[in-house]
C-alpha cells in the first residue's frame, strides 16, 4: 500500500511557500484533485507576492504566515488549521537558507562564526523538529500521509568530499537526524503517516542561482520538474520508507 492513498478530500500544507520549491509545491497540489484543501506559509509578504496573488483564484488555499525561528508563531499556524480541519495527509518543509547578503556558505574555517552556524541550524534543522511537534495531532487519524522535509545531498556526512558549506551541510545533516528520530516516533504515535526526507537536486532557484555556473543544463532541474519528481517519490512512499532519506528519482542517500 502506498503511503498517500487516491482517495479525494486530503489535505496538505507546504511551510515556506513563498517562492522557489515551495511555491512549485503548491501550484502542483492545486492541480491535484486529490487535495481539496492546501495550506501555504510565508514569512514576508514582500517576497510572498506569486503565492499571496494565487490565493486570489484559488479558493482551496489558505495562506498562513509564519517565521520558522518563532516557535509561538508555529502553534498559532497550526491552530488557524486546526480550526478548519482535523487531519493532514500531506505537509512539506520547504523552508532553508544557503546564503543571505553578508550570510554567506562557508569555503573555510576561517570563515565559520558561531552566529552564522546558529542561523544555518535554526532555520534548517529546529524549524522543521518544531514543526513536527506541534503537527502531531493533525497526524494522528487512520489515513495514509507524509511529513517530508526538503534536505540537500551536502547533509550527506558519507558523500561529503569536497568540504566547505560548514553551516549548511552541518543543518542539513541535523536536520537528517532530526527527522529520522521523528519517524521512529511517529511510527508509535501516528502510525499511519510516513515521515521522509527528500534531495530535490539541483534546482533553479533563488538558493542555488549564485551557485548554477558549473552545473550543466541537464543536472539543472526547473521548480516544476522538481516538484514533479519529488511528488512521484512521495506518492511511491510506504510506512517501511519511513525515517528514511530519499533522492529526486527514489533512489536513498547514504547519512
Ligand atoms: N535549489 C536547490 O538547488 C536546492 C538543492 C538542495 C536542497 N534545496 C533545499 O530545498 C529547500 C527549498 O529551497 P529553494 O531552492 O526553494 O530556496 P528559496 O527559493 O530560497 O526558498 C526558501 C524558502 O525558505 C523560506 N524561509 C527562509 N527562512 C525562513 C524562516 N526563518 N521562516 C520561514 N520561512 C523561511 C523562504 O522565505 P522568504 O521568501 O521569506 O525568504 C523561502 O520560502 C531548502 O530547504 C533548500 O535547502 C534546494
Known amino acids: 500500500m502506498t503511503a498517500i492513498s487516491t482517495e479525494m478530500c486530503q489535505t496538505a500544507l507546504v511551510v515556506g511557500a513563498s517562492q522557489g520549491i515551495g511555491l512549485g ?38 495562506c498562513l504566515p509564519m517565521d520558522v525561528t518563532d516557535e509561538d508563531a ?61 503537527l502531531m495531532p493533525l497526524f494522528k487519524h487512520d489515513q495514509p500521509s507524509v511529513l517530508a522535509a526538503i534536505s540537500a545531498k551536502v547533509g550527506s556526512i558519507g558523500d561529503n568530499r569536497l568540504g566547505g558549506w560548514y553551516g549548511y551541510r552541518a543543518s542539513k545533516a541535523a536536520l537528517n537526524m532530526l527527522m529520522k528520530t521523528t519517524a521512529l516516533e511517529y511510527a508509535r504515535r501516528c502510525p499511519q503517516t510516513t515521515v521522509a526526507l527528500l534531495h530535490p537536486g539541483t534546482t533553479d532557484t533563488r538558493l542555488s542561482a549564485p551557485f548554477q555556473r558549473g552545473v550543466p543544463p541537464e543536472k539543472l532541474f526547473s521548480v516544476e520538474r522538481t516538484v514533479a ?27
Not at 497540489?29 to 517576497?47: A, H, I, K, N, W
Not at 519528481?229 to 547519512?255: N, Y
Open 229 to 255: 519528481q519529488l511528488m512521484t517519490v512521495m506518492d511511491g512512499l510506504t510506512l517501511a520508507d519511513s525515517g528514511e532519506f530519499f533522492s529526486w528519482d527514489g533512489t536513498r542517500l547514504p547519512w
Open 74 to 134: 508555529i502553534a498559532a499556524m497550526i491552530g488557524q488549521i486546526q480550526a478548519h480541519t482535523l487531519r493532514l495527509h500531506r505537509a512539506v518543509y520547504c523552508v532553508g537558507v544557503l546564503h543571505d547578503g553578508e550570510f554567506q556558505p562557508e569555503k573555510s574555517l576561517r570563515q565559520v562564526t558561531g552566529e552564522n552556524l546558529l542561523r544555518s541550524f535554526q532555520t534548517n534543522a529546529v524549524g522543521a523538529a518544531l514543526l513536527a511537534k506541534h
Open 25 to 62: 509545491f503548491v501550484r502542483q497540489l492545486l492541480q491535484d484533485d486529490r487535495f481539496e484543501r492546501v495550506y501555504g506559509t510565508y514569512r514576508r509578504p514582500e517576497s510572498a507576492q506569486g503565492l499571496l496573488a494565487l490565493t486570489a483564484r484559488q479558493p482551496r488555499l489558505t
